[in-house]
């Protein structure tokens, strides 16, 4: 996995001035030619990393969150997900997230490769 969970991390402008700190740990539970799943787990403050996605995605917050979401070309937002809630983003998003909870936080992301 490295020090970014995603290889894309270094092809984002001036991906070496991009900060980060203690990472959030992610298993990969499904990878193949449609889909990456990923359940990512949070202690308070640890963050993904810069990236981007190449593709859709989906997210299930498995707990209560409180996000801290910071992409490459627009404002910081702070989002507070509840538990079993769920998003759909499109391709194209280059951020960073960070939990800004007081407590640990668990997710699962779904990537469409198709």
């Not at 740990?25 to 499904?30: E, G, Y």
């Not at 810069?50 to 859709?56: A, G, N, T």
Request: some cysteine.
């Amino acid at each position: 996995m490295g020090k970014y969970y995603s290889a894309t991390r270094d092809q984002l402008q001036d991906a070496d001035n991009l900060q980060v700190g203690s990472l959030a740990k992610r298993t990969v539970i499904v990878d193949d030619d449609a889909k990456t799943v990923s359940h990512f787990q949070f202690k308070p403050g640890d963050e993904t990393g810069w990236h981007k996605h190449e593709h859709d995605y989906f997210v299930v917050y498995l707990t209560d969150c409180k996000l801290l979401h910071m992409p490459r070309n627009g404002p910081e937002m702070v989002i507070d997900h509840k538990s079993r809630e769920s998003r759909h983003i499109k391709a194209g998003v280059e951020h960073h997230v960070r939990s800004i909870a007081d407590w640990d936080v668990e997710l699962l992301e779904v990537e469409y490769k198709k």
